[in-house]
């Protein structure tokens, strides 16, 4: 086999690994009922409060733990409900779990 012939080889190989791994994470990026997670839409401060809330943290202690205020942080919360469609936070603990911000 030639050098040549062997480069197309491992281009091929090369992108089939890559198409490989691109369907296994669109696989990991689905929830128990196939429906696809999507990509974040929050900041990464609201990603912060969504993990802190679904590691059982109240608005008080949220607020002390970023150094803002009670309201700053119940206003992310409302934030993030609406960007997510949830409404409360048990939605928002599932939704850390899938996202892989906290671990079940």
Do not use: C, W
Request: without cysteine.
């Amino acid at each position: 086999m030639h050098a040549a012939e062997t480069r197309i080889l491992l281009a091929d190989d090369h992108a089939l690994v890559r198409r490989g791994l691109r369907l296994f994470r669109d696989y990991l990026q689905r929830d128990r009922q196939g429906e696809r997670i999507p990509q974040s839409i929050l900041t990464p401060r609201e990603e912060e409060i969504v993990k802190l809330i679904a590691e059982g943290n109240s608005a008080k202690e949220i607020a002390e733990m970023l150094v803002i205020s009670v309201k700053t942080v119940d206003r992310h919360r409302a934030n993030i409900l609406q960007k997510l469609g949830m409404r409360d936070r048990l939605e928002l603990t599932r939704y850390a779990i899938r996202a892989g911000l906290v671990e079940p």
